[in-house]
């Protein structure tokens, strides 16, 4: 997922972040209000503790209860912004995050948001990439998701991830069960190019993917004055 950056903020998230930045009393009020009784406020407040965590993780790590316990509200925006928040704070202090592991599961195979599932997924990705024994923790519910989310929107970006979590920490059985999962995708000689979740093209290639990612991901950050990109042509260079 891209980076947040100042201009993709709204000026209410900009104001609140930077009073959050600069005033701990603020901090304990976003925490609060995780646990409001207005939706909005609690996903409001998730999200700039989100923005907090990103730029400033030690400065969030006090709030991990809260944030752990936010993956229980029923929105799933709260929910996703605080799973993103812990992804911020999971190099930081990985041995705090261990009470999120029942919420990011159930997050991940939520039957509606393929948001939150890809925060989920990504959380158990960057957690368990800190040490073996929580990649051997991890593994196996990644396991599962990658068998269920095949071929899904979201499986492309949830690759991405896997890359990060294989070249982390993550135990040398650990890695070879990821390798014999991903086989299929890293034997299929193909490549497609998707417009989100719309493919728009495929094509043969002529060497299994080196790192079992059969696919092209292009994602261009339009800022302001920005058209966007125009991606002419495709080619795979040294085809044997």
Known sequence: MAENKDEQLTDEELAQLQLAEENENAVDRLVKELGCPTRRIRQFAARVLHLLAERDPQRVVPCVPALIEALDRPEAQTRWEALDALTALATTCPE??????????????????????????????????????????????????????HGDPEYRDMLVALLAFVQGAASAATKAALAERLKFDADAKTASLFDGDRKIAETGIGRPAPIGISYLHIQSEKSKGDAGMLLLSVSEKGRP
């Open 96 to 149: 705090q995050l261990g009470d999120a592991f029942e919420g990011a599961e159930t997050a991940l195979f939520d039957e509606i948001s393929s948001t939150l599932r890809y925060a989920a997924f990504r959380l158990l990705c960057v957690w368990g990439a800190t040490s073996v024994e929580r990649s051997r923790e991890a593994w196996p519910i990644l396991d599962e998701a990658i068998q269920c989310y």
